[in-house]
C-alpha cells in the first residue's frame, strides 16, 4: 500500500502542462476535423503538443457540439452505456425488459448530447474558455495521465492564460440536473444526481487519456 501512495504523490507532484497554446492575436482558422482510436471526433483535441493557434470564435465551440453530437460515435457510446446499465440495473431504472433497453439508449444519448452542449459551446462561450482537449504528447507517462484527469479542472480560456474549468465542471452538472427531466421518478435523487455527476467526470478523464495516448508522434520520456 506503501508504494502505492508513493506513486500516486510522485504523480501528483509532476508537472502536468503541455506545450500548446492559444495566442488570441491570430486570425480564427478552420478546425480539424480527425479522429481518436478511428471512433471519437478529434474536432476537441489539439494533437499537436507544439501547436499555437488562435482562440476558437462562439460559432466554432457550437461546432464542436454538433460534430460531436452529430456523429457515429454516440450512438456507439449510448450502445455501450446503456447495455452495461441494462446488465447491473443501474440508474436509469426503467426495468430489464428489451423495451427497457431501447429506454436506456435514448436517455444515454441525449445525456451525451448535453454534456457536449454544456461543456463544449455553451459554458465556454459565457466563460470564454476553450473547450478542447490539447495533448501533453511528451515527458513520462504518470505525468501525461495526471495531465489527462487534470485537464477535468484546469483549461485555457480564450486569452490563452489557463483557468479553473468553469465550462466542464458546471457542464456536467447542467447536464445531469437535464437528464432528471426525462428520467424515472424513482432514478432522480439528490444522491443519485451527485453521483451520476462524479460518474461523468471520471469518463471524461478516461476519454481525455484516450486522447492523450490515441494520437502519434509521442515522445516518451522517463522525465515530465
Not at 446488465?87 to 457536449?116: L, M, N
Not at 474558455?129 to 480564450?158: C, E, H, L, M
Not at 437535464?178 to 432514478?187: C, F, M, S
Request: charged fraction near 15%.
Amino acid at each position: 500500500m506503501a508504494g502505492y501512495l508513493k506513486v500516486l504523490i510522485w504523480a501528483v507532484a509532476l508537472p502536468a502542462f503541455s506545450q500548446g497554446r492559444i495566442d488570441p492575436s491570430l486570425p480564427p482558422q478552420p478546425l480539424s476535423y480527425t479522429r481518436t482510436l478511428l471512433l471519437f471526433p478529434g474536432v476537441d483535441t489539439v494533437k499537436d503538443p507544439d501547436a499555437v493557434l488562435p482562440h476558437l470564435t462562439v460559432k466554432e465551440k457550437y461546432q464542436v457540439f454538433s460534430h460531436r453530437t452529430f456523429d457515429v460515435s454516440l450512438p456507439v457510446e449510448a450502445f455501450m452505456f446503456g447495455g452495461a446499465s441494462q446488465a447491473v440495473h443501474y440508474s436509469p431504472h426503467y426495468g430489464r425488459e428489451p423495451e427497457d433497453f431501447v429506454k436506456r439508449f435514448g436517455s444515454y444519448a441525449g445525456s451525451i448530447a448535453g454534456a457536449s452542449f454544456f461543456s463544449d459551446a455553451f459554458f465556454p462561450s459565457i466563460f470564454h474558455q476553450d473547450p478542447r482537449y490539447f495533448r501533453k504528447g511528451r515527458g513520462s507517462i504518470p505525468s501525461r495521465i495526471w495531465y489527462a484527469f487534470r485537464s477535468n479542472f484546469v483549461t485555457r480560456g480564450d486569452d490563452g492564460n489557463m483557468q479553473a474549468n468553469f465550462s466542464g465542471m458546471l457542464g456536467f452538472g447542467a447536464s445531469t440536473a437535464l437528464t432528471n427531466a426525462w428520467y424515472p421518478r424513482n432514478a432522480v435523487t439528490l444522491g443519485n444526481t451527485l453521483q451520476r455527476v462524479g460518474i461523468k467526470v471520471a469518463l471524461s478523464g478516461v476519454l481525455n487519456l484516450l486522447r492523450e495516448f490515441g494520437g502519434t508522434g509521442d515522445q516518451v520520456s522517463p522525465h515530465p
